[in-house]
């Protein structure tokens, strides 16, 4: 199965993986009070985070930077998308909030970079 993005395979040329960062809920503290008696508040649900791990891969440097150049216009704008990943597991109203790559780009029988992503629920 094809992991997707907002319905576009961005990723599919290489390897990659998924990471839930944070599931549960968002509590400040522990506070202290004029008693130092220690207290917490409990804010709500956490943010999703899914951190995504790979490598791109095409057959020329200029279809490689073509891929880079479709995440980077997705990362710049502030939709939300479904992300799957290759198992089906489905992550509903993600937005990409990052995309970096590793310092350079291989050049073999294919080019590649390995890249992180970072995806984000906003509001939990």
Same mark, same amino acid.
């Given at each position: 199965?094809? %992991?997707?993005?907002?319905? /576009? &395979?961005?990723?599919? %040329? @290489?390897p990659?993986?998924? /990471? *839930? ?6 509590? $400040?503290?522990?506070? &202290?009070? &004029?008693?130092?008696?220690?207290? %917490?508040?409990?804010?709500?649900? &956490?943010? *999703? =985070?899914?951190? $995504? ?5 095409? =057959?020329?440097? =200029? %279809? ?7 995440? !980077? ?5 502030? !939709? ?7 198992? @089906?597991?489905?992550w ?11 310092? #350079?780009?291989? +050049? @073999? #029988? *294919?080019c590649? /970079?390995?890249?992180? /992503?970072?995806?984000? +629920?906003?509001?939990?």
């Amino acid at each position: 199965m094809a %992991s997707t993005f907002g319905g /576009v &395979a961005y990723f599919n %040329s @290489g390897p990659h993986r998924f /990471v *839930v960062k944070r599931l549960g809920r968002l509590v $400040q503290g522990p506070f &202290a009070t &004029a008693l130092d008696l220690p207290y %917490s508040t409990d804010r709500g649900p &956490a943010e *999703v =985070a899914v951190v $995504q791990t790979g490598r791109l891969t095409a =057959a020329t440097n =200029a %279809s490689l930077w073509s891929i880079i150049d479709s995440i !980077q216009a997705k990362a710049e704008t502030n !939709q939300t998308g479904t992300l799957v990943d290759h198992h @089906g597991r489905q992550w509903t109203t993600m937005r990409m909030i990052g995309f970096r790559m590793e310092d #350079r780009i291989d +050049r @073999g #029988r *294919v080019c590649s /970079v390995r890249y992180r /992503v970072d995806y984000l +629920r906003f509001g939990g």
